[in-house]
């Protein structure tokens, strides 16, 4: 639906747990459309269920829907919403970029308010751990400079890959011919 994605989810799980062996304990960043993104919506209520830390960054019209925020607060996870995506780089461990997607707008002058508000570029990341990894459920637009795709931070090319092998189990379990995966 227009809401949630969660195939999407389970791959992002997926490639943030073959990348650092765990979920739990990280310290992970939403950045960009966290209003209309639904990638964000299901990978945020499914990080519930782990014990991270979650940075929630946006321009202020795209912020993550209120009864979201609430939801992961009360199920214990540590929320801090912020515009502030420099001050916040050196804390993560991962940055999930999503583009400002146009054709969510109900409204072109609120989608130009907030167009290019955010790019991860080198310069962004000067200040990130070295292990900080990038992520993007693609495509992008100008989120994330093509300089970043060569350096150590880049895993948004691994993670589209991962959506090959998560969905063949999903379909193999859905159609009954993998049991137990």
């Known amino acids: 639906g227009s809401n949630q994605h969660p195939t999407q989810t389970l791959l992002d799980l997926y490639t943030i747990k073959r990348t650092f062996g765990r979920i739990d304990g990280l310290t992970i960043g939403l950045l960009g459309d966290l209003k209309y993104g639904r990638t964000v919506h299901s990978l945020a209520e499914a990080l519930a269920f782990y014990d991270v830390e979650l940075y929630l960054i946006s321009p202020e019209l795209l912020r993550m829907p209120k009864h979201i925020v609430d939801d992961l607060r009360e199920k214990g996870l540590t929320v801090h919403e912020t515009t502030d995506l420099e001050g916040t780089i050196p804390e993560l461990d991962v940055l ?86």
């Open 96 to 181: 999930y970029v999503t583009r400002i997607q146009r054709e969510r707008f109900p409204d072109e002058e609120e989608y130009l308010k907030v167009k290019g508000s955010y790019q991860v570029n080198l310069s962004t990341l000067k200040n990130a751990k070295e292990s900080l990894k990038v992520m993007h459920p693609l495509p992008r637009v100008d989120e994330i400079h093509p300089e970043v795709d060569k350096s150590g931070h880049a895993l948004y090319f691994r993670q589209v890959f991962s959506g090959v092998p998560v969905r063949m189990a999903l379909l193999g379990l859905t159609l009954g011919v993998l049991e137990g995966v």
